[in-house]
Each structure stands twice: as C-alpha cells, then as structure tokens.
T-cell receptor, first 111, second 114 residues
C-alpha cells in the first residue's frame, strides 16, 4: 500500500466550477500537510500548508485536513483557466526531513 | 536572484557523457534536496543534505553523484547515464525545524539521455 494515494486524473471542469482534489494516507505520524501546484515544465510551487486537522483558507483556495479519516482535500472556488496545472499533495511527520508526495492530479479548467 | 535556481534548464546528453546539474538557494535554508520526477510517478527523493552533510541516499545508482560544497549550493554529477534516467530533476531547499518541513522547489532541469 502506498503511503499517500492521490487520483492522477485527469480532471476537467468548466470555468467557475468548484474543484475538489483529495488525498488519502496511511501513516498516522503525518502532522503537516501541503499542497503544491505545478505548471507544465515548471517546478512545484507551495500553495497551502496546514498543521494537523482543520481548515485553512487563502483566497479562492481552502485546504481541509481530517486526521481521523486520514484524508485531506483542496477546494478551489470560482476556478479559472489559470488554475490548470498538476496539484500534488505532500505530508510529513513532526521534525522529519522526508516529505511524502502523492502522484499528483492533473487539472484542466475549460473556458 | 530569489528562491531556488537551477541550471541548466534543459540538458541533452549521450550515455557516455559527463555533466553536472547545479542548484542554488537564496533563502538562507539549511537543507537541500534532489528529486527525480518521471511521467505518471510521484516525486522520487534522491538525496538530502542537512547542514552540508548527506543524510539520505535513497538507493540511487552510483552514476548519480551529489555534492554540497556549502549550504547554498548543490550539484548533481552525472556519468554513464541510461535512457531511463531521462526525467525532470528538481532541487528543493528547506529550513529544518522541529515542526514541518516546507520545501521550496527550483524550476528543474529537463534531462534527456540519448
């Protein structure tokens, strides 16, 4: 079993839709959860960073962590064509050095 | 320069060539990483340097040789590569603390081995 599972997609939605991206994980030691956005032929860019369970909002983006279910989500409201990218979830335990990544979900927002 | 920079951005090499990838971080971080990103696979951690000391080597073949001369610079020396080594090679840096480990990535070097 992979430590982090993420549906690779591709996911295609119309402009303005609410997008939901998800990851599940198996290691209960993970405490910090991140979402990276990666445009084609670029490096991943840190989008959201959360600690433990709960929600974090930044503009059109909301990150949710449910540690009891070992499930994290990223919601994108009012999606734009510029949001088209691959989204990678990543997580790590307290004081650890090694981030564990999901496979990434390729998202396309259609005008 | 800001953030994490990598050179070259693109590299084509034959299997008998020797080349090096360079990474520089301008964030004052104390840890640096090399990752390999292949199509349809999760990011693969190759090497970790913490305070210029290698702390992790994820069973990477010896044809990849890292070097960290100081906390701002990281190199990946390549020799006698195979076509399956073609991938995007990403460098990242972070400030290791007792908490989480936010890593910041460079733009990557797209490597093609002929």
């Amino acid at each position: 079993q992979k430590e982090v599972e993420q549906d690779p997609g591709p996911l295609s939605v119309p402009e303005g839709a609410i997008v939901s991206l998800n990851c599940t994980y198996s290691n209960s030691a993970f405490q910090y959860f991140m979402w990276y956005r990666q445009y084609s032929r670029k490096g991943p860019e840190l989008l959201m960073y959360t600690y433990s369970s709960g929600n974090k909002e930044d503009g059109r983006f909301t990150a949710q962590v449910d540690k009891s279910s070992k499930y994290i989500s990223l919601f994108i409201r009012d999606s734009q064509p510029s949001d088209s990218a691959t989204y990678l979830c990543a997580m790590i335990g307290q004081g650890a050095q090694k981030l564990v990544f999901g496979q990434g979900t390729r998202l396309t927002i259609n005008p | 320069e800001t953030g994490v920079t990598q050179t070259p951005r693109h590299l084509v090499m034959g299997m008998t060539n020797k080349k090096s990838l360079k990474c520089e971080q301008h964030l004052g971080h104390n840890a640096m990483y090399w990752y390999k990103q292949s199509a349809k696979k999760p990011l693969e951690l190759m090497f970790v340097y913490s305070l210029e000391e290698r702390v992790e080597n994820n069973s990477v073949p010896s044809r990849f040789s890292p070097e960290c001369p100081n906390s701002s610079h990281l190199f990946l020396h390549l020799h006698t590569l195979q076509p399956e080594d073609s991938a995007l090679y990403l460098c990242a840096s972070s400030q290791l603390t007792s908490g989480g480990n936010e890593q910041f990535f460079g733009p990557g070097t797209r490597l093609t081995v002929l």
